[in-house]
């Protein structure tokens, strides 16, 4: 790989131990991936966050490349912790997994990381343009990023992220070039999309088949920002899509030949029975909503279903600690602990320790839940749109 | 060379990937995957060779945590290094190189690494 002499230098460790061993890993991934250089990258998300992801060797990790002065050089923006980090003791998190938790966070703020706390930085400010480079973890932004946005990242991990944080670079390859975002799949739509939880499924159906391709979607006549992040969301868990294309819709489309492609066709049966699959339980000990984090419109929506309504189990709406903010001075926050639910900020239901917190069955309304719930939390799932899982709750 | 260093050992040889998350324990280095050709083995201080890694990105911290704790192996040798190993070895500064014909060595090998170079030989 081509190196600038200033990079040669920082290899040389002439910039110190950090940034020498964060750049050699970008190196060594370029030179696994055929990278014929690095390039500059515009933002960073930075994954692997959760103490119950990561456990000790993160957070040991972590505070030693904090301890040894790391800091970022490109706008960087954090995935979501195993908990509120405001209202953890109120809402049950164990004791001990929150001061592992606030020590991590602790670490990346040292680094100079914005503490965001978020799966959707593109929410809450941190928005990348049609094009641009950027070095993003968390499987649900990449996603985002690359088919709604257009902007250009390879689905990063939490270290090689980093790495790019600190070394504002990352290595040229994969979908930072033309070549490998053109659709490796036509997938044939013929059924009716109307919930985010139809997308959910449509996702997941369409991720455990394609696996790793960029599949591009045809026959999908409309829809909204928040369909198309819980659509690419459960894409990414149930298979490793990275892009994906919809025609009419994503940017990028347009620009791309879907003929000679293989098609796979989706109708109503097949979504069904992903419904069926995903539903390995009956009655709800909780429902949580916002996987990925809740947007501004979707509390609002949400507030009002719950009007005047009052709930018999508890209900989480996970969001951005900014976007809870701008919901309560709107009084949509308010709306929801009228009902008994509460918006919960900066973790979700995946990366926090739920079944520490008595709970065994959890209802959801996204394909990514669905699929990281029965192994992560040990949690029996409800997967349902809004209204069915609402009324399962509402008094 | 994906990680520099040089070290000497006593191979420990797996046919199958590891995966390092779920797969050994970082206090111990002990192999806990259930079923895996290696579990219950140590890989503590040895030449751990294996053809490539697998599974949860969360490994390359779990390489980074074997070393901290003392109980890492003193070089890795892969036929293939993908990004979770390459990843974590970095982090940890475990020489490792691949690209090696890891047919040719069976547990009990004594074996020089030297990853600057490249090279595996025997001791």
Redesign the interface.
Known sequence: MYLTKEEERILAGERGEVLERMFRLLVRLGDIYGADRMIPVGSVQVAGVSYKSIGDPGLEFLEDMAGKGAKVRVPTTLNPPGMDLVDWRELGFPEDFAKKQLCIMEAFKKMGIMMTATCTPYLVGNLPRFGEHIAWSESSAVSFANSVIGARTNREGGPSALAAALCGVTPNYGLHLDENRKPSVAVKVNAELKHNSDFGALGYHVGKLVKKGNPYFQGIKGADVDQLKAFGAAMAASGAVALYHVEGLTPEARLMDPKNLEVIEVGERELKETCEKLNTGREPDIVILGCPHASLKEIATLANKLEGKRLRKPLWICTARTTKETATKLGFVEQVERAGGKVVADTCAVVSPIERMGFKRTAVNSGKAANYLPGFCKQEVIFGNVNELLKKVLA | M??PGKAEGEAIVSKEPIGFYGGID?KTGVVIEKGHELEGQSVKEKILVFPQGKGS??G???I???K?NGVAPAAIVNKE????V??GV??A?IPCVDGIDIDKIKTGDKLIVNADEATVGVG
């Open positions: 994906i990680s970082p990105t969360v390359s911290y779990v980074y945590g074997m901290r290094t993908e990004t979770v390459a990843t970095i982090l500064g």
